[in-house]
């Protein structure tokens, strides 16, 4: 049997090409060798996103967007956390199994409480208790597929570790291994992807290449990124320079070979160096592009993939609740 790799993606706003390269391409490839199980955490982003609106649209654009960057629902479990209500089930028996002090020490609990505190405002301020159980919700999502990788980014470790901890609490209570400890895989080998300003491209710097941004458009933000002042005729330092960075994560070896020895040589200019960037990136987007327009064009079948999605999930969600539930003398 093959092992189960599950993650879930917060619908909290576009998709961008930081998310394309670190987050959704390595899932992808993770599906050739594993049982996948991919979900949109729509009741994670509930904790940040009260407009009904937006919140509906993320949903749709993020799920949409995994279609259209080729993720088959088909061969993977692709669902809405929302729709499988064991997840509730399960975080409310884990959390009997969750010490508070371990709550306490979770990464964005604890960064909010700093912030607060440097402000001289009350540790507690704009803290709701789906944020600080976030790592319970987290823990139910993954523990209830009996999952046993979690493809996720560096900043998400330690909520898989707090998921090993729960699991393994319960399974020492109940002297038996009722339910599967996770693993973090962390897709080291991929570069975390700058932004127009040169830092880490991100949603809260608003300094993203979103991902199906119409050609005209992905051109003219190519063309925005921040360059040194070197002068056409200087040699240039591929290794060093953000456009060649952004380039090989969408340029074959040949291209990269070719491109970094013209960058050595002196007399490309960063106009001409971004036009090419934007050749290579728009090459790979523009069938993506496409069948995003055409998935969002039919909501209806959207909703359907991810109703079908639901449907293979719960009986899976189900079995675990249930092993549970007898463990715990709760029939
Ligand atoms: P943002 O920083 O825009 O809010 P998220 O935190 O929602 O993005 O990230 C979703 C996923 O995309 C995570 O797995 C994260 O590791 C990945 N990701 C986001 N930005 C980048 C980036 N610039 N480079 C590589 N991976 C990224
Ligand atoms: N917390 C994750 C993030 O912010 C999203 C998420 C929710 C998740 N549930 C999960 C990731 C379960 C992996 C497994 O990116």
């Known amino acids: 049997m093959k092992k189960v790799a599950l993650t879930g993606i917060k619908p909290t706003g576009i998709l961008h090409i930081g998310n394309y390269c670190g987050a959704i391409k390595p899932a992808l490839e993770l599906t050739k060798e594993y049982d996948a199980r991919y979900f949109i955490a729509d009741y994670h982003a509930l904790n940040s996103i009260k407009d009904p609106k937006k919140l509906a649209a993320n949903i749709r654009e993020v799920a949409a967007g995994w279609l259209a960057a080729g993720l088959n629902p088909d061969a993977v479990i692709f669902y809405r956390q929302s729709s499988i209500p064991e997840t509730f089930e399960l975080t409310t028996m884990l959390m009997a199994f969750t010490s508070k002090g371990l709550m306490n020490r979770a990464h964005a609990y604890k960064a909010a409480v700093q912030d607060n505190t440097a402000q001289g405002d009350d540790p507690d301020a704009g803290v709701n208790m789906g944020l600080f159980t976030y790592p319970v919700l987290m823990a139910a999502d993954i523990i209830l597929f009996d999952s046993d990788v979690v493809p996720v980014g560096r900043d998400q470790v330690q909520h898989v570790e707090m998921a090993q901890d729960i699991a393994q609490a319960v399974n020492f209570n109940y002297k038996q291994d009722v339910l599967k400890v996770p693993q973090a895989v962390v897709q080291d080998t991929v570069a975390v992807v700058p932004g127009l300003d040169g830092r880490k491209m991100s949603k809260s710097y608003g300094n993203t290449i979103p991902l199906f941004t119409p050609e005209k458009q992905l051109r003219k933000l190519i063309l925005r990124i921040v360059t040194n002042s070197q002068v056409v005729e200087e040699p240039k330092d591929p290794e060093t320079s953000q456009i ?85 003398g709760i029939d």
Do not use: C
């Open 244 to 328: 060649f960075l952004l380039y090989k994560l969408f340029a074959s070896v040949e291209e990269q070979g070719a491109l970094a020895h013209r960058y050595r040589e002196g007399g490309m200019g960063w106009g001409e160096a971004k036009e090419e960037l934007f050749r290579v990136v728009n090459r790979e987007l523009t069938p993506l592009r496409n069948r995003f327009e055409a998935i969002m064009a039919d909501p209806a079948k959207l909703d359907a993939i991810l109703a079908q999605g639901a449907e293979r999930a719960r009986p899976i969600a189900a079995a675990t609740v249930a092993r549970f539930r007898k463990a715990a």
